[in-house]
């Protein structure tokens, strides 16, 4: 069991928005700003796609974004394409030992 | 250009031992910590622990701690994960990734290790 919550999956259809939720605690997305988002195609590496609740990495779409309210984080995809269909996955920096990390289960997202 | 390439696919046996690597180029090995992570079939990822090449500081989260052994070998820029005692349910495709300095992301991975186990 992870210990953050997203949904299992998510759909939508062509050209609309969506928006992935990531909910944990205050001892991790509700406590720090180190909240972030990986991409993973079945059988690929994950893509880091939003790091600190916000920031896209140089060559990433500026259709993601990523925000934070309390202790949940979500990631915001507008303009759907058929290539966003993928597994999304968000980790957060919790620092309650000394591995200080956790994922939340994933959500796999349809574009229909 | 930063690159983490993976060691091949593995099938072993249960209660067999086995390591596989994960070798960086385009950067300082010894500056950025390697992660590694687990992802069984049709699940999700896992963290397993994290290694800083600079000095062994080796860190393993509670599901993996004892289980597995991370190592870095400065002078191949290599990072390894190792069992000593395979198990079924080690059936899984590992990854490793390079931590983006000291922030709290990872922004760089490997492409991945299949291993089987089976008898």
């Known amino acids: 069991q992870s210990v953050l919550t997203q949904p299992a999956s998510v759909s939508e259809s062509l050209g609309q928005s969506i928006t992935i939720s990531c909910t944990g605690t205050?001892?991790?997305?509700?406590?720090?700003?180190?909240v972030s988002w990986y991409q993973q195609y079945p059988g690929k590496a994950p893509k880091l796609i939003i790091y600190d609740v916000i920031h896209r990495p140089s060559g990433v779409s500026t259709r993601f974004s990523g925000s934070k309210s309390g202790n949940t984080a979500s990631l915001t995809i507008s303009g759907l394409q058929a290539e966003d269909e993928a597994n999304y996955y968000c980790t957060s920096y919790r620092p309650t030992n000394s591995f200080v990390w956790v994922f939340g289960g994933g959500t796999k997202l349809t574009v229909l | 250009e930063v690159q983490l390439v993976q060691s091949g696919a593995e099938v072993k046996k249960p209660g067999e031992s086995l390591k596989i690597s994960c070798q960086v180029s385009?950067?300082?090995?010894?500056?950025?910590?390697i992660v590694w992570v687990r992802q069984m079939p049709g699940k999700g990822l896992e963290w397993m622990g994290i290694i800083h090449p600079g000095d062994s500081d080796t860190r393993y989260t509670p599901s993996f701690q004892g289980h597995v052994s991370i190592s870095a070998d400065k002078s191949s820029n290599t990072a390894y994960l190792q069992w000593r005692s395979l198990e079924a349910s080690d059936t899984a495709i590992y990854y490793c990734?390079?931590?983006?300095?000291?922030?709290?992301?990872?922004?760089?991975w490997g492409q991945g290790t299949p291993v089987t186990v089976s008898s």
């Open positions: 385009g950067y300082i090995f010894t500056n950025n910590w």
């Open positions: 990734g390079r931590r983006d300095g000291y922030n709290f992301h990872f922004d760089y």
């Open positions: 205050s001892s991790d997305v509700g406590g720090y700003d180190y």
